[in-house]
């Protein structure tokens, strides 16, 4: 049974930081393109990062490249998402997801098999 799990969030000031973390099991970590994906209340599910299985290439939403930095731990099955310079549009619960495809369907991580559960940031002003 595939489980993806989320950790990290939390509440901090506007111009802080957050790390998050997402473990996976019961999948061969290491084939699979990982993901963050946030979704904001009342908006839809909006893309944020992608990183492919070796962790060679990596793709950022505009709206937080320069600030945030996908990275993965094979060895660990963990994946990270380090967010710097948080913004109060950065409120969102945040998942984390795991496929066996770097592009599909016109977009990066496009075609994810397993979602987690999610862990909520809220960035106060």
């Known amino acids: 049974q595939v489980q993806v799990v989320e950790s990290g969030g939390g509440l901090v000031q506007a111009g802080g930081s957050l790390r998050l973390s997402c473990t996976a099991s019961?999948?061969?970590?290491?084939?699979?393109?990982m993901g963050w994906f946030r979704q904001a209340p009342g908006k839809e599910r909006e893309g944020v990062s992608c990183i492919s299985w070796s962790g060679g290439r990596t793709n950022y939403a505009d709206s937080v490249k320069g600030r945030f930095t996908i990275s993965r731990d094979n060895a660990k099955n963990t994946v990270y998402l380090q967010m710097n310079d948080l913004k109060p549009e950065d409120t969102a619960t945040y998942y984390c997801a795991a496929g066996r495809t770097w592009y599909t369907g016109g977009s990066y991580c496009g075609g994810m098999d397993y979602w987690g559960r999610g862990t909520l940031v809220t960035i106060s002003s």
């Open positions: 019961g999948l061969t970590f290491g084939d699979y393109t």
